[in-house]
């Protein structure tokens, strides 16, 4: 059986039924109720460790999506707070549990999304999993340190951890309003929001991550082959950051500011249909 924390949210509820269609049997927990779940569903709020270990019986595999989403919507303690505190408490008992695959919905956002748009100048471009992680908020650390807390965990048990770090999940009826008015020193946007990822597609590579023959802890990185913008992404660098940043590979047209080649290379992942084909 696989559990699904967060099962009540929008991407959670996207990830329960992808996989249902799969054949898994799935059992979905949040901490709020969910009445029409399409599966068996536990109410838990899992900073409470007694809870996780409740809803760990009988369970092969976990796709840990709970969290409060994003760095604006509480305090940053509050964010801090829950989503360290369930994250650890989930990936602790699943290894003493001697759980196989957990896979963590990271974020982008880890990678240096920041309040002021102009404040995370990246080491070079495209970002990859081997630049650092660099965030200026409560919510990006927190996804930082559960990967940490998954790199850890992966270590010292059987239990193996991928995070996924996805940003600015884009239905297709989102993607119909793109693109977007290009950014400038006047009118910046964080880098990481030049980005963004087909739903389908992060939901797909939550399966994918699932399934792959890796062992320990491993980051991928989850984007669409294009920007948000119709501009070329070599001109929007040179605009909002000068030459002060290196390219470590071409960037035709308005090609992605994110690199998936990790992701394509290891977990097969094939991104679906861009926003300009629509």
């Known amino acids: ?9 929008r991407l959670g509820r996207m990830v329960v039924n992808r996989l249902l269609q799969d054949g898994l049997e799935v ?6 109720p969910f009445d029409d779940s399409p599966t068996h569903y536990v109410q838990a709020n899992l900073c409470e460790s007694k809870a996780v270990n409740d809803v760990l019986k009988d369970i092969s595999g976990i796709i840990h999506l709970g969290a409060i989403p994003g760095p604006t919507r509480h305090k940053p303690y509050e964010i801090f707070e829950n989503n360290v505190m369930s994250t650890y408490n989930l990936m602790s008992a ?15 956002f880890g990678m240096g999304w920041a309040h002021d748009p102009a404040a995370f ?7 990859d999993e081997d630049h650092p992680m660099m965030p200026f908020e409560a919510y990006g650390l927190s996804k930082q340190i559960g990967e940490c807390i998954g790199a850890m965990i992966s270590r010292h048990s059987t239990t193996s951890v991928a995070s996924l770090r996805f940003t600015n999940v884009a239905t297709p009826e ?4 793109f693109p977007w008015k ?17 739903a389908r597609d992060v939901v797909e590579m939550h399966l994918l991550s699932l399934k792959a023959d890796f062992k320990g802890h491993e980051a991928f990185l ?33 090609a992605s500011v994110i690199s998936t080649l990790k992701a394509q290379a290891m977990l097969g992942f ?6 300009h084909r629509m």
């Open 1 to 9: 059986m696989i559990l699904v924390t967060g099962a009540a949210g």
């Open 182 to 198: 290009a950014p400038t020193n006047s009118d910046p946007l964080t880098l990481v929001m030049w980005a963004y990822a087909d």
């Open 270 to 275: 094939k991104p679906i249909s861009e926003w």
């Open 94 to 108: 699943a290894s003493d549990y001697a759980i196989k695959r957990i896979v963590f919905s990271s974020s982008a």
């Open 222 to 254: 989850i984007a669409q082959p294009k920007t948000r913008f119709k501009e070329a992404t070599t001109e929007l660098i040179k605009a909002n950051f000068g030459s002060s940043v290196p390219l470590k590979q071409e960037l035709v047209g308005n």
């Open 27 to 32: 059992l979905g927990t949040d901490q709020v």
């Open 174 to 177: 989102v993607q119909s309003q």
């Open 121 to 127: 100048v990246p080491k070079y471009l495209p970002l």
